[in-house]
């Protein structure tokens, strides 16, 4: 018998779809490729109790994923707003958070930014410093603790369909245990030597809320490649690019050295921030790269 359901958990090629009549199934895909991720919505067939097939993929609205010069790891399906997690401890780099934004308006969700561990004054000021960017930008950045309060960010995620993604360490598996309890993430002391978390969610799971939405708990990552993004996508993927787009004298400006730029007219004159600018002439030069590399060249 079919049915159809929504994939909420992927660890490699087995995948938890819970059923729209509220069933668990553990499922393996139909033929070799495994093309599913997260949150994706499926048609499935049973094998036996607790078992099941992956018959089809039903159309997605959004998909976020990672790319580097030889492949690419998919995260979520059909998310509706990326929750990008940072911390005062340990330090983070702002230049995940452009990337992770990068992806997030590729695909047209919505960004939130959460700054965790307030409670832990010693990075606050140096964090907000690097955040206010971001928030000039226009995406929101919300500050807790999620040892006290996450409401305020709850009222953020009913619902949504919310991707909670991060560098190692931030807390996103306790926010998840503070959101919902009975998910009981695993969570594991920093390694301060490292100044950096160890990984404690090994594979993406869907939490569904009870007021309305769910949310999705990442893997913790230290890398976040765009190499699937052309460089027209990831230009776009800059909000404050768009104004100036078509007015740089030359048609096919690169953004880099040729005279008459726009955008690095306005990034002299700090109408855009210049470390933006900086960021995605770095970010387009690996993914060129990388792609060359793919190509063999």
């Given at each position: 018998m079919k049915t159809t359901g929504?994939?909420?958990?992927?660890?490699?090629?087995?995948?938890?779809?819970?059923?729209?009549?509220?069933?668990?199934?553990?499922?393996?895909?139909r033929g070799k490729k495994s093309v599913f991720a997260c949150?994706?919505?499926?048609?499935?067939?049973?094998?036996?109790?607790g078992q099941g097939v992956i018959d089809k993929l039903i159309e997605r609205t959004s998909l976020l994923y990672r790319s580097d010069a030889w492949r690419q790891k998919l995260i979520?399906?059909?998310?509706?707003?990326?929750?990008?997690?940072?911390?005062?401890?340990?330090?983070?780099?702002?230049?995940?958070?452009s990337r992770c934004v990068c992806a997030a308006e590729d695909q047209?969700?919505?960004?939130?930014?959460?700054?965790?561990?307030?409670?832990?004054?010693?990075?606050?000021?140096?964090?907000?410093?690097?955040?206010?960017?971001?928030?000039?930008l226009g995406y929101p950045v919300l500050e807790l603790s999620a040892l006290d309060d996450v409401e305020a960010l709850r009222a953020r995620l009913i619902g949504e369909t919310s991707l909670l993604v991060g560098q190692s360490g931030m807390g996103k598996s306790t926010l998840t245990n503070a959101l919902i309890p009975e998910a009981r993430?695993?969570?594991?002391?920093?390694?301060?030597?490292?100044?950096?978390?160890?990984?404690?969610?090994?594979?993406?799971?869907?939490y569904p809320?009870?007021?309305?939405?769910g949310i999705i708990d990442s893997p913790g990552m230290q890398t976040f490649g765009l190499v699937h993004l052309?460089?027209?996508a990831l230009e776009a993927s800059f909000p404050e690019f768009r104004p100036y787009a078509g007015q740089c004298r030359f048609r096919d400006c690169r953004h880099d050295t040729e005279?008459?730029?726009?955008?690095?007219?306005?990034?002299?004159a700090g109408k855009i921030d210049a470390r933006r600018l900086r960021q995605f002439l770095e970010f387009r030069a690996e993914c060129e790269s990388a792609r060359r590399q793919a190509q063999g060249w």
């Amino acid at each position: 018998m079919k049915t159809t359901g929504t994939l909420i958990a992927a660890f490699g090629r087995q995948y938890e779809v819970r059923t729209d009549d509220g069933e668990i199934l553990l499922c393996v895909p139909r033929g070799k490729k495994s093309v599913f991720a997260c949150g994706d919505r499926v048609q499935v067939a049973s094998t036996g109790p607790g078992q099941g097939v992956i018959d089809k993929l039903i159309e997605r609205t959004s998909l976020l994923y990672r790319s580097d010069a030889w492949r690419q790891k998919l995260i979520a399906a059909n998310a509706t707003q990326v929750v990008m997690v940072v911390a005062t401890e340990p330090s983070f780099s702002d230049e995940f958070v452009s990337r992770c934004v990068c992806a997030a308006e590729d695909q047209h969700v919505k960004v939130l930014i959460v700054l965790n561990k307030t409670d832990l004054p010693a990075g606050l000021e140096d964090a907000r410093a690097r955040l206010a960017t971001f928030s000039a930008l226009g995406y929101p950045v919300l500050e807790l603790s999620a040892l006290d309060d996450v409401e305020a960010l709850r009222a953020r995620l009913i619902g949504e369909t919310s991707l909670l993604v991060g560098q190692s360490g931030m807390g996103k598996s306790t926010l998840t245990n503070a959101l919902i309890p009975e998910a009981r993430a695993e969570t594991r002391e920093i390694s301060e030597v490292l100044d950096t978390g160890k990984h404690t969610t090994t594979f993406a799971r869907l939490y569904p809320l009870p007021e309305g939405g769910g949310i999705i708990d990442s893997p913790g990552m230290q890398t976040f490649g765009l190499v699937h993004l052309s460089s027209e996508a990831l230009e776009a993927s800059f909000p404050e690019f768009r104004p100036y787009a078509g007015q740089c004298r030359f048609r096919d400006c690169r953004h880099d050295t040729e005279p008459g730029c726009a955008l690095r007219e306005a990034a002299d004159a700090g109408k855009i921030d210049a470390r933006r600018l900086r960021q995605f002439l770095e970010f387009r030069a690996e993914c060129e790269s990388a792609r060359r590399q793919a190509q063999g060249w």
